[in-house]
């Protein structure tokens, strides 16, 4: 292996793998979320990346992201159009037509919900590991 081919890598299917602040069964039914960067695959990364393929088959979505807040930042990236999305930011909501991002500072409470439409949604979130540094906070609370 050459000195820098481990930072290529394939992403996986999260599968069955918990998020913390998200019903897994419930997010399932839109579609699989793949992992495409965390620190399992590259030990360096300081970012978790997914990638949530959606169809929504009965409009609105369902709920499946409680509110919830991290200590650093986050971007949900909608790159393509068709989708059509609830984000809450502290006591605002706001409904969003994709193709847009969302910003996400440290500490903020959000949550997002799909309501209509097909497409990817991209999660970036800032952090070493994902569901262990989110499963601390969670018990810290």
């Given at each position: 292996m050459s000195n820098y081919e481990k930072y290529i890598v394939k992403p996986f299917d999260w599968a069955?793998?918990?998020?913390?602040?998200?019903?897994?069964?419930?997010?399932?039914?839109?579609?699989?979320?793949?992992?495409?960067?965390?620190?399992?695959?590259?030990?360096?990364?300081?970012l978790n990346i997914f990638v949530h393929h959606i169809d929504v088959k009965n409009p609105p979505g369902p709920d499946y992201v409680e509110i919830h807040a991290h200590e650093v930042s986050q971007a949900y990236v909608f790159p393509l159009p068709g989708i059509t999305f609830e984000v809450t930011l502290g006591e605002e909501v706001h409904r969003v037509e994709s193709p847009a991002t969302v910003f996400i500072p440290p500490?903020?409470?959000?949550?997002?919900?799909?309501?209509?439409?097909?497409?990817?949604?991209?999660?970036?979130?800032?952090?070493?590991?994902?569901?262990?540094?989110?499963a601390e906070e969670a018990a810290e609370q």
């Open positions: 069955k793998r918990p998020l913390i602040h998200h019903d897994r069964e419930t997010m399932d039914t839109l579609g699989p979320l793949m992992a495409f960067l965390n620190t399992d695959m590259v030990s360096e990364a300081n500490r903020l409470k959000h949550t997002v919900k799909i309501i209509e439409g097909s497409g990817i949604e991209v999660s970036i979130v800032r952090n070493e590991k994902y569901e262990e540094s989110l």
